[in-house]
């Protein structure tokens, strides 16, 4: 991504942010990709749009759960030296918050490390969960599994009472029961549309002492979309997006260490083809109605 011009503050494995003054940030989202942690050398074009458009359909569509911290997607409404054509579809700007030290994990399907810990214990995140549940199954009610939010290296699972020591009951209380409900909400519109929201991550802050949405929304980096058409109990259902790039690295004998191996045009083509897939049938817009181009090999 070139300099937009703009102090950075912050690089992610996916987004960068910038001051863009008067109280907000410029967050600019690339069309890099990880796995397991690692991010590839190969980007997925359009995967950037992608994420922006969907993250601005959630911040519209459930605007009324709570407030959020995205001002404007156009780079028109951006600081004069960030209205650059390559940004066009990646940007948004958003008011600056104070991110809560948790991440706002809700489970709705028993899948991933809430299968592991159930199959052990019988229970989802310390909560006793009803015998027999298959891998898969969908949980009687949603769930949330906070986690702190490491600097480096990977999130650790933190009780409701862990997650309240280190915000506030209030605080705590309030981000369990917004998450929740944002899941909820979007679960459902998804599932109607096909796509099932196995978990999802919301990332919450605060911004003049007001609970606020921020990050991206129910994205597929965010979450586990399943095809709902193939959900079975008893397996694991393939997941939405990444299933070309992880089925393709479960081929080889990668470490899944850094670097990653090469990924094939074939894989990088397919896995746009999800991420297009899964905004259009979730928002019924087309990603060509979306600011911003792919930069695509061969296309000028
Ligand atoms: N309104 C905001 N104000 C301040 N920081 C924000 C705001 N919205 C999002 N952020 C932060 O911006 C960063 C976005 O970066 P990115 O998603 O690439 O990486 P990451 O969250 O560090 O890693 P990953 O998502 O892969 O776990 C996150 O640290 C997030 O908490
Ligand atoms: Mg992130």
Same mark, same amino acid.
Request: with cysteine; glycine share 8%.
């Given at each position: 991504?070139?300099?937009?011009?703009?102090?950075?503050?912050?690089?992610?494995?996916?987004?960068?942010?910038?001051? %863009?003054?008067?109280?907000?940030?410029? &967050?600019?989202?690339?069309?890099?990709?990880?796995?397991?942690?690692?991010?590839?050398?190969?980007?997925?074009?359009?995967?950037?749009?992608?994420?922006?458009?969907?993250? %601005?359909?959630?911040?519209?569509?459930?605007?009324? &759960?709570?407030?959020?911290?995205?001002?404007?997607?156009?780079?028109?409404?951006?600081?004069?030296?960030?209205?650059?054509?390559?940004?066009?579809?990646?940007?948004?700007?958003?008011?600056?918050?104070?991110?809560?030290?948790?991440?706002?994990?809700?489970?709705?399907?028993?899948?991933?490390?809430?299968?592991?810990?159930?199959?052990?214990?019988?229970? &989802?995140?310390?909560?006793?969960?009803?015998?027999?549940?298959?891998?898969s199954a969908r949980l009687p009610k949603p769930v949330f599994t906070p986690s702190t939010?490491?600097? @480096?290296?990977?999130?650790?699972?933190?009780?409701?009472?862990?997650?309240?020591?280190? &915000?506030?009951?209030?605080?705590?209380?309030?981000?369990?029961?917004? @998450?929740?409900?944002?899941?909820?909400?979007?679960?459902?519109?998804? /599932?109607?549309?096909?796509?099932?929201?196995?978990?999802?991550?919301?990332?919450?802050?605060?911004?003049?002492?007001?609970?606020?949405?921020?990050?991206?929304?129910?994205?597929?980096?965010?979450?586990?979309?399943?095809?709902?058409?193939?959900?079975?109990?008893?397996?694991?259902?393939?997941?939405?997006?990444?299933?070309?790039?992880?089925?393709?690295? /479960?081929?080889?004998?990668?470490?899944?260490?850094?670097?990653?191996?090469t990924l094939p045009s074939e894989v990088v083509v397919?896995?746009?083809?999800?991420?297009?897939?899964?905004?259009?049938?979730?928002? *019924?817009?087309?990603?060509?109605?979306?600011?911003?181009?792919?930069?695509?090999? *061969?296309?000028?």
């Open positions: 991504m070139s300099d937009v011009g703009l102090a950075h503050l912050h690089a992610g494995k996916v987004r960068d942010l910038y001051d %863009a003054g008067d109280g907000c940030v410029l &967050v600019v989202t690339s069309d890099r990709i990880s796995a397991f942690d690692v991010v590839m050398a190969e980007p997925i074009p359009d995967k950037g749009r992608v994420l922006t458009a969907m993250s %601005a359909f959630w911040f519209e569509q459930l605007g009324d &759960v709570a407030p959020h911290h995205l001002v404007s997607t156009e780079l028109a409404d951006l600081p004069e030296p960030a209205r650059r054509p390559e940004l066009a579809g990646r940007v948004m700007l958003c008011r600056r918050a104070e991110m809560l030290p948790i991440e706002c994990i809700v489970r709705g399907y028993l899948t991933g490390s809430a299968w592991r810990e159930y199959r052990q214990e019988g229970t &989802v995140h310390g909560e006793a969960m009803p015998p027999g549940l298959p891998e939010k490491a600097e @480096s290296g990977h999130d650790e699972n933190i009780s409701f009472a862990r997650a309240a020591d280190l &915000v506030g009951v209030d605080l705590a209380t309030r981000a369990r029961d917004v @998450s929740l409900e944002l899941y909820r909400r979007g679960a459902d519109w998804a /599932a109607e549309r096909g796509i099932l929201v196995a978990d999802t991550k919301f990332e919450l802050g605060l911004i003049d002492h007001e609970l606020v949405v921020a990050d991206e929304v129910l994205t597929p980096d965010s979450s586990r979309f399943w095809p709902a058409e193939r959900w079975v109990e008893g397996a694991t259902p393939p997941s939405f997006d990444k299933e070309p790039l992880r089925r393709w690295l /479960a081929g080889l004998s990668w470490d899944k260490t850094p670097p990653a191996p397919a896995t746009r083809a999800r991420y297009i897939d899964a905004y259009e049938r979730i928002s *019924g817009r087309s990603l060509d109605d979306w600011p911003g181009r792919a930069q695509l090999p *061969g296309t000028c």
